[in-house]
């Protein structure tokens, strides 16, 4: 069927996107049914020509499609040729309150002549028009400044067949690869072999055949690829590639984060796979800050979620048993933990953001010469060992532990890692090192700025840089990826088993910091010591358990690139 398009006006031009675009195509499965199509920098309105007074319009925001393309049909008879775009907007979900991204692909058959060529020209100019114009609409937020990912850009997937309950390769080709297809996005996917199989391949490839390194998986796999590329001699260059994470695993927690900072309404499951999979094809790139951890044994680890001891590093590690049923195995574990719930000893220092910071119940603010210390254990020249008051002669509390089952996630190459025995002097003779400006040495006192919480029994204690420790707990309402925040939980001994309960029922929503109980304490800093006491225990480094001993960690505000939108 004939059709009739007029030309885009060029005095409505800007950056190279069609400022209006007309025409009139028929159905492709009914070619007397026909809709009059119009293209503007913001939507796609679609109407059905017809005789009836009230015919029905539909706009589709251009914000919300990630591609389109034109392509001939398969009968080899039929002159027309057809161009199909991609939206992903919000609806109401089906079976639940609520409304989340869905799929939908709007089709057009375009037969302006006789000729397959022409038509096949016409409908490659509109598929053209709304790409281009999709691209300008990509979802910012307000004040934020953002990068592009490359078009056509080259993706590197990492793929973790065995995370979560061993489902992520299946959820990518059922759910993301049609996506990256309509999305017009062309991939490598790589598939890992075994532990540390993605830092050892980050840390020797060709970072130039990239323009983005994607994750499918838990959040593990992400503390490999960053460790990777920070191992790197040209680490500068290779941590500013933009990282995209799709969730594969149990927890998900970066990928819950990074839907949480779209400013979308809350997802799980298949709906966040998706949401995260709509980021990717927008590709709008974001800043993330990176945590610097220094262990006992000099490794340094690069981290972008968390760290924790006690209550959350034992439910992470203790629940790997239950990790067949998905994320569940939190909840598991939790009420495991729970029945035999534990008290932790340590001591805890930090350099809180503000000067002169309200001081937490319980805490004092350093102020004493390193020669006259007041906290023995914050000023050892024994890294590895703590002395505890009640324990005089016990000498080993903190040697390293050899039987780690995930030591290989924290392995250095001598030759490519950043790490030097001391933070304030670090130096590399291959690549300009990356400077903790904030942190002593582990054997040194913290300086004066710094809040030293008194000798206390600890339940737990967690240091996260993004909102969200889980798909399902929010943990830090007001992080962002790139606020340069390190944000500070600990709960200390004496609350009841319930009350704990109580604060992670509450974290689902974010309303824990509002329970009111006197237990739990919450900072902002900058920089954070550790030193436990108790002689065995976890401590976790973004769900990875690390070797047990005197920790410390400062951020770096903005130092990756995180695909968010």
């Given at each position: 069927m004939d059709t009739d398009t007029c030309a885009p006006d060029p005095s409505r031009q800007r950056n190279g996107v069609v400022g209006v675009l007309y025409g009139e195509f028929t159905d492709t499965l009914n070619d007397r049914v026909r809709y009059s199509v119009s293209l503007t920098e913001r939507a796609l309105t679609v109407q059905r020509i017809s005789s009836s007074p009230g015919r029905?319009?539909?706009?589709?925001?251009?914000?919300?499609?990630?591609?389109?393309?034109?392509?001939?049909?398969?009968?080899?008879?039929?002159?027309?040729?057809?161009?199909?775009?991609?939206?992903?907007?919000?609806?109401?979900?089906?079976?639940?309150?609520?409304?989340?991204?869905?799929?939908?692909?709007?089709?057009?058959?375009?037969?302006?002549?006789?000729?397959?060529?022409?038509?096949?020209?016409?409908?490659?100019?509109?598929?053209?028009?709304?790409?281009?114009?999709?691209v300008q609409q990509a979802p910012r937020r307000e004040g934020v400044v953002y990068a592009e990912v490359r078009r056509p850009c080259r993706v590197m997937i990492l793929v973790n067949p065995h995370s979560g309950r061993g489902q992520a390769l299946q959820l990518f080709t059922g759910h993301v690869q049609g996506m990256l297809t309509e999305a017009a996005i062309p991939y490598t996917l790589v598939i890992t072999e075994h532990q540390n199989h993605a830092r050892e391949l980050v840390r020797k490839a060709d970072l130039s055949q990239w323009d983005a390194l994607v994750i499918m998986s838990g959040d593990g796999l992400l503390f490999e690829?960053?460790?990777?590329?920070?191992?790197?001699?040209?680490?500068?260059?290779?941590?500013?590639?933009?990282?995209?994470?799709?969730?594969?695993?149990?927890?998900?927690?970066?990928?819950?984060?990074?839907?949480?900072?779209?400013?979308?309404?809350?997802?799980?499951?298949?709906?966040?796979?998706?949401?995260?999979?709509?980021?990717?094809?927008?590709?709008?790139?974001?800043?993330?800050?990176?945590?610097?951890?220094?262990?006992?044994?000099?490794?340094r680890l690069f981290s972008f979620l968390s760290l924790a001891w006690g209550f959350v590093a034992d439910v992470d590690i203790e629940s790997e048993k239950y990790r067949h049923v998905g994320a569940i195995r939190f909840l598991m574990g939790t009420l495991v933990r729970l029945a035999t719930l534990?008290?932790?000893?340590?001591?805890?220092?930090?350099?809180?953001?503000?000067?002169?910071?309200?001081?937490?119940?319980?805490?004092?603010?350093?102020?004493?010469?390193?020669?006259?210390?007041?906290?023995?254990?914050?000023?050892?020249?024994?890294?590895?060992?703590?002395?505890?008051?009640?324990?005089?002669?016990?000498?080993?509390?903190?040697?390293?532990?050899?039987?780690?089952?995930?030591?290989?996630?924290?392995?250095?190459?001598?030759?490519?890692?950043?790490?030097?025995?001391?933070?304030?002097?670090?130096?590399?003779s291959k690549t300009r090192a990356l400077l903790d400006t904030l942190l002593p040495g582990l054997d040194?006192?913290?300086?004066?700025?710094?809040?030293?919480v008194r000798e206390e029994d600890f339940v737990l204690v967690l240091a996260i840089y993004q909102s969200h420790l889980a798909e399902d707990l929010w943990t830090a309402p007001g992080a962002m990826a790139d606020d340069g925040l390190i944000h500070l939980f600990y709960v200390t001994a004496g609350i009841s088993r319930p009350a704990l309960l109580r604060l992670f029922l509450a974290m689902e929503k974010g309303a824990h910091l509002a329970c009111g109980c006197p237990h739990l304490v919450y900072e902002k800093v900058k920089a954070l010591r550790l030193e436990p006491l108790t002689p065995q225990g976890m401590i976790t480094v973004d769900g990875e358990m690390v070797e047990y001993g005197p920790v410390q960690a400062q951020i770096h505000p903005g130092l990756a690139r995180l695909i968010c939108g």
């Open positions: 029905t319009k539909v706009v589709f925001n251009l914000t919300d499609c990630v591609g389109c393309r034109a392509y001939r049909g398969p009968d080899g008879a039929d002159v027309g040729a057809y161009f199909t775009a991609y939206f992903y907007p919000f609806k109401r979900r089906w079976m639940s309150a609520g409304v989340a991204r869905q799929r939908v692909e709007q089709c057009f058959r375009v037969a302006l002549v006789q000729d397959p060529l022409a038509n096949l020209q016409e409908a490659e100019r509109w598929a053209r028009a709304i790409r281009d114009a999709s690829v960053i460790n990777g590329l920070m191992d790197r001699e040209d680490w500068q260059e290779a941590i500013q590639t933009p990282l995209g994470i799709l969730p594969g695993g149990s927890g998900n927690a970066l990928a819950a984060s990074v839907h949480h900072y779209s400013q979308s309404p809350p997802a799980w499951n298949e709906e966040l796979l998706l949401s995260c999979g709509f980021m990717l094809c927008k590709g709008l790139v974001g800043s993330m800050d990176l945590v610097s951890i220094h262990l006992a044994s000099r490794q534990k008290v932790y000893q340590g001591r805890l220092a930090y350099l809180p953001v503000k000067e002169a910071p309200r001081l937490p119940k319980g805490s004092v603010k350093t102020n004493h010469p390193p020669s006259t210390p007041q906290h023995p254990s914050l000023c050892s020249s024994l890294p590895c060992r703590l002395i505890p008051k009640t324990s005089p002669n016990h000498n080993s509390r903190h040697n390293c532990n050899s039987t780690n089952s995930n030591q290989n996630t924290i392995t250095n190459s001598s030759n490519n890692a950043i790490t030097t025995k001391k933070p304030e002097t670090q130096s590399d040194q006192p913290v300086p004066e700025s710094w809040t030293v």
